[in-house]
């Protein structure tokens, strides 16, 4: 199976600070990653669709200022939390699909962020 | 957009038993429909998928159905073990929407 990796797997930070997390897919090319949010005991709730080379598509709810999204190469899209607050502390997992739609999803191993 | 509704939240069965969890979508387009395992701590990872043209699909003793005039798939396990507890999740999606959507998942639990 194809392989994505996930950077930071842990992270807590103060309220206020901005955070990135980055999703690799280290042996196929990923026009497409999707990003999620998972709470404790709770589904993966997609927060927005990163396009390589252009902007992302976020879901309806997730502040687009909030969450940044950059996807600057076919291998490696970043989600940047800024001026993270409690609130935003969760489990943040990403993920990639060969084929766009209709392929099996590879799942990075997730980030834990911690907001003091 | 998809909607997936899962079912049920939780479920207990005696090792060996069966254990069925079912999901229905909103999107008459949709076309592909996988399932998820999570453990606890990890990454999901994908058990097995079913595409729109069959109405069921069987790995060992894992199995999907899909009824696509109802709109509802479900996931039977046969011969359940202790390896199987974990977080099991649905999902939907169509070429057209270019993304998955998962349902609300089903925490299995095996009992010696």
């Known amino acids: 199976g194809a392989v994505v990796s996930q950077h930071p797997s842990w992270v807590i930070c103060k309220s206020g600070t901005s955070v990135k997390i980055e999703c690799r897919s280290l042996?196929?090319?990923?026009?497409?990653m999707f990003w999620y949010r998972q709470f404790p005991k709770q589904s993966l709730m997609l927060m927005a669709t990163?396009?390589?080379?252009?902007?992302?598509?976020?879901e309806q709810g997730v502040e687009k200022d909030k969450f940044l999204i950059n996807h600057a190469s076919l291998t490696l899209s970043t989600l940047t939390v800024t001026s993270a607050h409690p609130e935003d502390s969760s489990f943040y997992i990403c993920?990639?699909?060969?084929?766009?739609?209709?392929?099996?999803?590879?799942f990075g191993e997730g980030s834990r962020l911690t907001v003091l | 957009g998809e909607n997936v509704e899962q079912h049920p939240s939780t479920l207990s069965v005696q090792e060996g038993d069966s254990a069925v969890i079912k999901c229905t979508y909103s999107?008459?387009?949709?076309?592909?429909f996988p399932w998820y395992k999570q453990e606890l701590g990890k990454r999901p990872q994908l058990i097995i998928d079913?595409?729109?043209?069959?109405g069921e699909k069987k790995d060992q003793r894992i199995a999907v159905t899909l009824n696509k005039t109802a709109k509802h798939f479900s996931l039977h396990i046969t011969e359940t073990q202790p390896e199987d507890s974990a977080v099991y999740f649905c999902?939907?999606?169509?070429?057209?929407?270019?993304?998955?959507?998962f349902g609300s998942g089903t925490r299995l639990s095996i009992r010696p």
């Open positions: 993920s990639a699909s060969r084929l766009v739609g209709e392929g099996e999803l590879f």
């Open positions: 042996d196929f090319q990923a026009t497409t």
């Open positions: 990163s396009n390589e080379g252009s902007k992302a598509t976020y």
């Open positions: 999107d008459s387009a949709s076309n592909y």
């Open positions: 079913i595409r729109s043209n069959v």
């Open positions: 999902a939907a999606s169509s070429s057209s929407a270019s993304k998955i959507i």
